[in-house]
């Protein structure tokens, strides 16, 4: 699959990779991608990114991904289900970090498997983002796989990553207008079946 991706898709995945080194990360994630995405210029992706205002909201996308690993990656939806059943998690993390410091219940502390490998494993949702970015790309009648499939990709796979993107309205809709100029058509076939 690799061999479909882009010059800047490729710079992307490998732009992660040396992201989640630069941060200790045990595995490549998710996040890592999107702020790899972040990262680049002159693509299909980063237009729409700057059309959205994320490249100028770098600083509050990062904040609400590091609000989000005190939670251990809960997403707004797992919040809102369990304090639909009456836990606060808010409470939870407060309580956990006042017992074993800030950030206890961050889901990637490092440290992990790559120690011996020396190679950092991407993990489930992240490759998923990477297979999802195929299809998409096959939804749209594209025989590669650009940075703006791997930014749909992004958008439409339900987690942290999504919810932080949606919070800052860079939504599966308003990034595909932002790429294409609208939400019909082949795009639409894309969505549905990366979702």
């Not at 059943?85 to 950030?103: F, M, Q, R």
């Not at 796979?157 to 308003?174: F, S």
Request: charged share 25%.
């Amino acid at each position: 699959m690799f061999e479909r991706f882009t010059r800047g898709a490729r710079a992307t995945v490998k732009g992660a990779v040396v992201r989640a080194e630069r941060t200790g990360a045990g595995s490549v994630t998710e996040e890592h991608l999107l702020l790899a995405l972040l990262e680049q210029e002159g693509g299909r992706a980063s237009f729409a990114l700057t059309a959205l205002g994320l490249h100028d909201r770098r600083s509050s996308l990062e904040a609400s991904f590091a609000e989000a690993r005190r939670r251990s990656g809960l997403t707004r939806a797992d919040i809102e289900a369990l304090a639909g059943i009456g836990i606060d998690v808010g409470a939870i993390v407060s309580h956990v970090e006042g017992t074993h410091g800030e950030g206890a219940l961050d889901a990637d502390r490092g440290g992990r498997r790559w120690w011996r490998s020396g190679h950092r494993p991407f993990t489930p949702g992240a490759k998923t983002v990477l297979e999802n970015s195929l299809r998409v790309a096959l939804g749209r009648g594209d025989r590669f796989i650009g940075e703006e499939h791997l930014l749909l990709a992004l958008t439409a796979k339900p987690g942290t990553v999504a919810d932080v993107l949606a919070e800052h309205g860079a939504t599966y809709t308003a990034v595909q207008r932002a790429l294409y100029g609208s939400d019909d058509g082949a795009a639409g076939q894309g969505r549905a079946q990366a979702g």
